[in-house]
């Protein structure tokens, strides 16, 4: 049974999501909750997938648990209510 | 008067004022700095740059301030080193060490973006800057907010070297030891940037910050006389200088202030963290992000943000990538030392160590003229030389003990005498 999944939106991204620092969404993999997050706001949906692809915008990075989930399963990556999803910018240069 | 025009959206096109804006609204994509090119020609000529002062402030005209610099007065301007003993050891021709071990305050080419920043959070109105660092980059926010009259939050990696611990702290930063890598910091960072009023320089100031990176491939082209090295080898971490020395070489030629000679642009990184060399030389557009593990730590950045970018320079401009062992960085580090007196920090090594590799594998031609890279300086990471010197043990000191040193390292030197048969 897919559980409601907290992800954190950053200050950049949130005018996609009406503002807010999180949304919920329902899945049981980080996929899953993409897509119900891409039901939700399908124009950030489009962005964060573009052309309808599948290919995650290379801009993007997910965490769960602080972890890359490119380190993980990707798209197949497990998560329940307990874990702590974030989407991050990626920005850098050190 | 500034020539910026405004904030363009580096793959849709999208343009925005200028302001603490890192990305497109509508695809995502970095936002980089535009400038009216138009407005600058005939003004912004070989004559102006040159009555410039000797920082990287000469190129004011091509940097996003709008007023005058509020630090950085002597940083920039490093020497352009033509190598002929490193040269002739390589078998190539004509060979040119960009030296940003010079650099100041904070000696590597972090002076330079720095330098920007800050000037830029003073302009927007910011009191405090910070940043996510590998070291040489806190090492720079701590310097130049401590010359601006900023406070400073400096987030590294748990595990820096001492060096660059010490000269950050020298300054008065709030340093945050973080548990983990780079990566871990930068995430760390991104989310900062989002709580905090801060300027975190390479996250929320990031268009303007990377902009600072061209002054080193100005200086290249200026100090070559006028003209661009055929051949240019960087060292890849995050992404930044890469396409900057890039920039900054196509921003000289659309101003006719060098002639276009195609100049190819290569990526250096260490064994340990090499996922932009590794996709360069599988022939793809995407890096898969690694976790770090090498000496060089000031380029152990797994996760690149601007790493496709530098792929597609990399290729666009006709050049390649490589990385190197731990042992190989530390050999070029000595050879650079031993050979043209400049003493690197790992990155440095891996560039030098690189550039040798790519030169063996025929890459880089070995008759045209190559500029190597060199960003930081050794005197930071001095740990990682442990091991490299045999033992000095002290002698009294008498003119008696010096002969007796003197005459056994001679006989040290001397072919054994051949044995006689009794």
């Known amino acids: 049974m897919p559980e409601s999944i907290t992800v954190t939106i950053p200050a950049a991204l949130r005018p996609q999501v009406e503002g807010s620092e999180s949304v919920t969404a329902e899945g049981d993999t980080i996929g899953g909750v993409l897509d119900a997050l891409k039901a939700q706001y399908p124009s950030f949906g489009d962005k964060l997938f573009p052309n309808g692809g599948e290919q995650m915008n290379r801009s993007i990075n997910v965490y769960v648990n602080e972890e890359d989930i490119r380190f993980l399963e990707n798209m197949d990556t497990k998560v329940t209510a307990r874990d702590q999803v974030d989407i991050i910018l990626a920005i850098a240069g050190g | ?422």
């Open chain 2, 1 to 422: 008067m500034s020539y910026v025009k405004s904030l363009k959206a580096k793959e849709c096109g999208a343009e925005y004022p200028i302001e603490p804006r890192t990305i497109c609204d509508l695809d995502f994509s970095p936002v980089e700095v535009q400038y009216d090119y138009d407005a600058m020609k005939g003004k912004v000529t070989r004559q102006s740059i040159e009555a410039g002062p000797q920082s990287l402030w000469r190129y004011k005209d091509l940097l996003p301030i709008e007023g005058e610099p509020k630090t950085g007065f002597h940083s920039g301007w490093t020497p352009l080193v033509k190598a002929d003993r490193l040269a002739k050891k390589l078998g190539v021709d004509e060979l040119y060490i960009k030296d940003d071990s010079a650099n100041y305050p904070s000696y590597s080419y972090k002076d330079r973006v720095v330098s920007v920043a800050v000037t830029k959070a003073i302009e927007f109105g910011f009191d405090t800057v910070g940043c996510a660092s590998t070291g040489n980059l806190a090492h720079s926010v701590a310097a130049h907010a401590a010359i601006a009259g900023l406070d400073s939050f400096v987030m590294v990696p748990h595990d820096l070297e001492e060096g660059k611990i010490v000269a950050t702290r020298s300054f008065g930063p709030q340093l945050v030891k973080i548990k983990g890598n780079y990566d871990d910091v930068n995430r760390l960072c991104a989310q900062i940037a989002d709580k905090y009023g801060w300027a975190i320089v390479n996250v929320n100031l990031r268009p303007f910050y990377t902009e600072g990176a061209k002054t080193y491939g100005f200086e290249i082209a200026e100090q070559m006389g006028w003209q661009l090295p055929k051949h240019t080898v960087v060292p890849v971490a995050g992404g930044t200088i890469l396409p900057k020395i890039w920039k900054a070489y196509q921003e000289f030629i659309q101003l006719g202030l060098v002639e276009d000679n195609k100049p190819a642009m290569y990526g250096a990184q260490a064994d340990g963290c090499n996922p932009i060399s590794k996709a360069v030389r599988a022939g793809e557009e995407l890096f898969h992000p690694q976790k770090p593990d090498t000496i060089a730590k000031s380029i152990a950045i797994g996760n690149p943000a601007d790493g496709y970018y530098v792929i597609q320079h990399i290729k666009e401009s006709g050049g390649y990538a490589t990385s190197a062992s731990d042992p190989e960085i530390i050999s070029a580090i000595r050879l650079l030392a031993e050979t043209e007196g400049i003493f690197t920090e790992p990155a440095g090594g891996t560039t030098l160590a690189c550039a040798i590799k790519l030169i063996e594998e025929g890459k880089i031609p070995r008759d045209e003229p190559i500029c190597v890279c060199v960003t930081g300086n050794g005197l930071k990471t001095i740990e990682a030389m442990d091991g490299q010197f045999e033992h000095v043990e002290p002698i009294p000191a008498k003119i008696g003990d010096f002969d007796a040193m003197v005459n056994a390292m001679k006989e040290a030197d001397e072919p054994a005498p051949a044995a006689t048969n009794a």
